[in-house]
């Protein structure tokens, strides 16, 4: 017969690969929470001032949005390196447009007023099929 892994060392082992399950799903939700906030800010910082900076003169909304886009850094710079290596740049980089695109869109309905045209849901359609593809086949994740 072969040796068998002894119990406590069975259960160990158990343990620490559910732990670095865990973690790694840890890492993508970080990352993922952290790119919407990110795109919150982002999107305020090259939006806003549609809504609340009309009077003001073209340097002052370039120098807030500035100010705003310096958060959307901070969180997207720690984001992008917790994620990579759980995704491919590539489906970083289609992670964050996805969210770039939902946040856009309660900002437009909430904060601009607009209304979404049936062209636009469309359109979104086409950018969750592409997503769907780029998540959907076995893709190799870089090593870190």
Same mark, same amino acid.
């Given at each position: 017969? %072969?040796?068998?892994?002894?119990?406590?060392?069975?259960? +160990?082992?158990?343990?620490?690969?559910?732990?670095?399950?865990?973690?790694?799903?840890?890492?993508?939700?970080?990352?993922?929470?952290?790119?919407?906030?990110?795109?919150?800010?982002?999107?305020?910082?090259?939006?806003?001032?549609?809504?609340?900076?009309?009077?003001?003169?073209?340097?002052? +909304?370039?120098?807030?949005?500035?100010?705003?886009?310096?958060?959307?850094?901070?969180? +997207?710079?720690?984001?992008?390196?917790? %994620?990579?290596?759980?995704?491919? %740049?590539?489906?970083?980089?289609?992670?964050?447009?996805?969210?770039?695109?939902?946040?856009?869109?309660?900002?437009?309905?909430?904060?601009?007023?607009?209304?979404?045209?049936?062209?636009?849901?469309?359109?979104?359609?086409?950018?969750?099929?592409? +997503?769907?593809?780029?998540?959907?086949?076995?893709?190799?994740?870089?090593?870190?």
């Amino acid at each position: 017969m %072969g040796k068998e892994t002894p119990q406590p060392l069975a259960e +160990a082992m158990a343990i620490s690969t559910c732990c670095i399950l865990e973690s790694r799903s840890m890492f993508s939700m970080s990352t993922v929470v952290l790119l919407i906030f990110s795109n919150i800010f982002m999107t305020f910082a090259w939006y806003g001032h549609l809504k609340y900076g009309h009077a003001w003169p073209l340097w002052k +909304a370039i120098l807030v949005s500035w100010a705003i886009a310096l958060m959307e850094y901070c969180l +997207a710079v720690p984001a992008n390196r917790l %994620g990579y290596g759980e995704f491919t %740049g590539f489906q970083l980089k289609i992670i964050q447009e996805v969210i770039t695109i939902v946040v856009f869109v309660g900002f437009a309905i909430l904060v601009l007023k607009e209304k979404l045209a049936w062209n636009y849901l469309v359109s979104f359609v086409c950018l969750a099929v592409a +997503a769907f593809f780029a998540f959907a086949f076995k893709s190799s994740v870089p090593v870190r």
